[in-house]
């Protein structure tokens, strides 16, 4: 037994050496061209190195990569992977137009929905700036760095914060969640100054998955508060006023509130497209949600319902929701009223209606019959929107 086995041991190597030996010959003989074939046919070391080769060249020969509709050179100054690091599909990216100054206004968001309650309910949230202007007193570029290594929810461009440059920013938040979140199903663009009850519209879009599975794959969604046939400001003297050679119409098409809208990646892919091939306009919602999207003839949805033009309305929903009865608030999308806490207090009040902790507002209780508005009625229009981020230059 033990001889025969030491007999198969030794045969065993003599094989090896002899086979080692053939594939040396076989190697020397073999002309160049085949030796390469042999080793292309190898797997390669690294499986991800000829994907990234493939596309950063795609990348490189992309000329729009640089170019956000007219600005040639353009880039991040502060670039975000928030949804590269989510690991799951999100339901939602929240995109939230912000002046580069208003840092109190981003703390209270955060305060009211942090970034991991967010990502519990499937959501993350971004807020989107430009470049600080040299007028800017308050806020340093360094300290934008600094809140974006602390909560690395920044996004900003490299053009110059003003109000005639919201639709580069408006477009750059569009761009950014179509291809560097496109796993998201929507896109929810808010601006900062905005209350929205975010576990409304969780519930709102998980139900429409599943009752409108059509529209959510749709390359065609946009939802929000629909103004319709408003004529441009013709006076010269007020800040918003358009002149006939930037729009000579006398309506805008329909368009969306830039207060708060929803869409999804494959409609801001189409918008933004459409964006490099139309000639700017500065007032971003109208461009955005009304020029360009009546040119891809896609349909505007109507919550308007949902939107107050009040800030007291939202104050007293508060008011209510702290009472025993907690009623329910009839809205849920509305302006700040210039107080920035009143974001948290709606939020941390208003998440129990979600637990069934809530009752339904009966019909003499309503706000418009409990809650004296005192402020002017505003619709959700441009004009009453950006004032605030103007009077900060
Ligand atoms: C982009 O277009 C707008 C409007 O036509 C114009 O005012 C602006 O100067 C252009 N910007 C560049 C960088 O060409
Ligand atoms: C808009 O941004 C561009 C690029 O940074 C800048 O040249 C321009 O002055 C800005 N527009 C205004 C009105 O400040």
Same mark, same amino acid.
């Given at each position: ?16 050496? /002899? ?12 002309? @160049? ?11 390669? !070391? ?7 080769? @493939? @596309? ?15 600005? *040639? ?23 939230? *137009? ?9 703390? +209270? ?25 040299? *007028? ?14 602390? =909560?690395?929810? !920044? ?7 003003? &109000? ?14 179509? *291809? ?5 199903? =929507? ?14 519209? $969780?519930? &709102? ?13 749709? $390359? ?29 119409? %006398? @309506?805008?098409? +329909?368009?969306? %509130? ?67 009865? %907690? &009623?329910?608030?009839? &809205?849920? /999308? ?9 974001? /948290? ?28 508005? %005192?402020?002017?009625? !505003? ?15």
């Amino acid at each position: 037994m033990r001889l025969r086995g030491r007999i198969a041991y030794k045969c065993l190597i003599l094989t090896f050496f /002899v086979l080692v030996f053939l594939l040396i010959c076989l190697d020397y003989f073999m002309p @160049t061209g085949k030796r390469d074939q042999f080793l292309t046919q190898l797997p390669p !070391l690294e499986k991800d190195v000829s994907k990234e080769e @493939t @596309t950063s060249k795609h990348i490189e020969s992309d000329p729009s990569a640089s170019r956000l509709v007219n600005l *040639t050179n353009f880039k991040y100054e502060i670039p975000n992977d928030v949804c590269r690091k989510y690991d799951k599909d999100l339901l939602a990216i929240i995109i939230v *137009t912000s002046y580069a100054g208003h840092d109190e206004l981003r703390a +209270a968001h955060r305060l009211a929905v942090p970034q991991a309650k967010l990502a519990e309910m499937g959501m993350q949230r971004i807020f989107l700036l430009a470049q600080l202007p040299p *007028t800017e007193k308050f806020i340093t570029q360094k300290q934008l760095l600094d809140e974006h290594q602390r =909560f690395g929810d !920044l996004l900003q461009g490299n053009f110059q914060e003003a &109000y005639r440059n919201l639709s580069y920013k408006h477009v750059m938040g569009l761009r950014w969640a179509a *291809t560097d979140c496109s796993s998201a199903k =929507f896109i929810i663009k808010v601006d900062d100054d905005i209350i929205y009850d975010v576990f409304h519209f $969780r519930r &709102y879009l998980e139900s429409l998955e599943v009752q409108r599975a059509d529209l959510v794959a749709s $390359r065609a969604y946009l939802a929000g508060y629909v103004l319709d046939a408003r004529p441009p400001v013709r006076n010269n003297a007020n800040k918003w006023y358009v002149s006939e050679q930037e729009w000579s119409r %006398s @309506t805008y098409p +329909a368009y969306l %509130s830039g207060w708060l809208y929803i869409t999804n990646p494959k409609t801001a892919t189409r918008l933004v497209q459409e964006a490099q091939q139309t000639p700017f306009f500065w007032i971003d919602d109208t461009w955005v949600t009304g020029i360009l999207r009546e040119k891809l003839k896609i349909n505007v949805q109507h919550l308007n319902a949902w939107y107050s033009a009040n800030a007291e309305f939202i104050d007293c929903c508060v008011r209510d929701l702290k009472q025993p009865s %907690s &009623y329910e608030c009839e &809205y849920f /999308v509305g302006p700040n009223g210039g107080d920035n806490k009143l974001l /948290v207090e709606f939020l941390h009040n208003v998440e129990k209606c979600y637990f069934d902790e809530c009752t339904k507002r009966p019909p003499e209780k309503s706000l418009k019959k409990t809650c004296v508005a %005192s402020a002017k009625h !505003l619709l959700p229009d441009h004009g009453s929107v950006h004032v605030k981020q103007v009077t900060l230059r």
